[in-house]
């Protein structure tokens, strides 16, 4: 495990940024089980509630599909959206996730 080390003033901003959840003790991946997150993979974007963790997949519930996430930003600190396929059931593998994000908005239900 490698340590970085920052100033009291950069992690207060992380955290008004990104919210508490992001701080979150993780040690493994089984660790987001039950929790909302916002993927971004090598290809798409994917968000949903991880409730099980199989072999390599995340599987998720009330999952939906982003296409465009418009300003990056406001996605993650305001929860919109642009463009949005709400698809119910997914399967995610893991190998193809380059970054998560905690999602601390309601799940998408509707198309947009």
């Known amino acids: 495990m490698r340590t970085i080390e920052i100033s009291e003033e950069t992690y207060e901003k992380i955290k008004d940024q990104f919210g508490e959840e992001l701080f979150k003790d993780l040690t493994c991946l089984d660790d987001m089980i039950g929790e909302k997150w916002f993927f971004r993979t090598v290809t798409y974007h994917m968000i949903g509630q991880v ?62």
């Open 51 to 112: 409730t099980q963790k199989m072999g390599n997949f995340f599987v998720l519930e009330d999952a939906s599909w982003v296409a465009d996430s418009g300003r990056f930003m406001n996605a993650i600190k305001e929860g919109e959206l642009d463009e949005v396929e709400p698809v119910g059931k997914a399967i995610l593998n893991i190998d193809a996730i380059v970054d998560a994000f905690p999602w601390k908005h309601q799940l998408p239900s509707e198309q947009k």
